[in-house]
């Protein structure tokens, strides 16, 4: 009886641990997919902000992260775009405290000039239907933003329209393009700052995170 019970004792501890050793393998091939479908989803953002044709250098891989609390509480990231090693654009990371629903994780490309290429919204919990406009696959609106430049940290022209600037608000969601508007505006004042800074830099988010 004792025999069969340990026997018993034995192979249950033995398909616990197939189990396990099956669970943490499909963990693994199920965490290096998700990263690498990130990893092409923010390539393919960078190529729709930043001209492709405009620098020469693998700009996903040409990256620094930075802690600047202009920005956020969290360390950021900043992908520099480079022609024959030259200056060309770069693309931060930034975060607007302020959404309607919590934080919202936005990219803002820059030209060295301190001209917006473009902005994109990375993640948000916005209402559906309302403040999730703020993503390009539901409206256009983020694209307001390209070709803008920054005077100072006073402009007025960088608020939504209700609050006398250039940009227009949602309908029935004025809090969420606000807060947008907001953030990229503190995003082109860090980089007309630090621009100079930035192009010396030489790291590797992908190595560092």
């Known amino acids: 009886m004792r025999k069969a019970i340990e026997k018993n004792a034995r192979l249950l501890a033995l398909f616990a641990i197939a189990c396990t050793s099956v669970i943490s393998a499909v963990h693994l091939v199920t965490k290096d997919r998700i990263k690498s ?5 923010l390539i393919n953002t960078l190529t729709h902000i930043i001209n492709e044709n405009s620098y020469n250098n693998d700009i996903y891989h040409t990256c620094i992260i930075i ?16 022609n024959n090693n030259q200056p060309v654009a770069a693309a931060i990371t930034t975060t607007a405290p302020d959404g309607y629903n919590g934080k919202i994780k936005l990219i803002v490309a820059i030209n ?10 990375l993640k948000h919990q916005e209402t559906p239907g309302l403040g999730d406009k703020i993503e390009i696959r539901k409206n256009q ?6 070709n803008k430049k920054v005077l100072n940290d006073k402009d007025p022209r960088w608020a939504v ?16 393009p606000r807060a947008v508007v907001k953030a990229v505006h503190k995003t082109v004042l860090y980089f007309k700052s ?6 010396q830099e030489v790291g590797n988010c992908q190595e560092q995170s």
């Open 37 to 41: 479908q990130e990893e092409n989803k």
């Open 141 to 146: 609106w983020i694209n307001t933003f390209k």
């Open 194 to 199: 630090q621009r100079h800074q930035l192009f």
């Open 161 to 176: 329209r209700k609050d006398g600037g250039v940009f227009d608000q949602f309908t029935g969601a004025t809090i969420t």
């Open 112 to 121: 060295v000039n301190g001209t917006v290429t473009g902005v994109r919204t």
């Open 67 to 82: 802690n600047d609390t202009r920005l956020s509480p969290d360390p950021e990231k900043v992908y520099l775009a480079k």
